[in-house]
């Protein structure tokens, strides 16, 4: 079996990457999921809502593959400000919440110095192991 593309319906095209890949072991690999919506259109600048917004779209992958949020086994995120992060702590974790429950899986942070869409405030990226 090929490694199988994911791309929630009604969101537009992904150009020169994919939303998702399923291999052949149920391993689904996320790409980095920044904070615009289906249209690929920013509807925050906030850092909060970026973050809530990347983290619905990790989401909708892992749904349109055949998963569930407890299937995430992993979360990588890209930051461009550390300060911002920190003194949202409280935010932060509301929002995780409020989208991924009280689900926990390995995580790395990472800051950068900026992100390839100019608006993008983080990117997080997951991998999710299906069918367990």
């Known amino acids: 079996m090929a490694n199988e ?10 150009k020169g990457y994919a939303n998702g ?3 052949k072991n149920d391993v689904l690999y996320v790409g980095g999921q920044i904070g615009w919506d289906e249209n690929q259109i920013f509807q925050s600048h906030d850092f909060i809502g970026q973050m809530e917004q990347a983290l619905m779209n990790i989401r909708a992958v892992v749904e349109k ?8 086994t992993r979360l990588t995120w890209y930051i461009t400000d550390k300060k911002e992060y920190l003194a949202r702590q409280r ?5 995780y919440r409020r989208v991924l429950g009280r689900h926990f899986p390995a995580m ?12 993008a405030l983080v990117e997080v990226e997951a991998t999710a192991t299906l069918g367990g």
């Open 65 to 72: 593959a055949g998963g569930k949020v407890e299937d995430i």
């Open 91 to 95: 935010e932060v974790g509301e929002a």
């Open 108 to 119: 790395a942070m990472v800051v950068v110095a900026g992100l390839i869409e100019d608006e």
């Open 21 to 23: 890949v399923l291999d």
């Open 5 to 14: 593309i994911i791309q929630p319906d009604g969101w537009a095209p992904a």
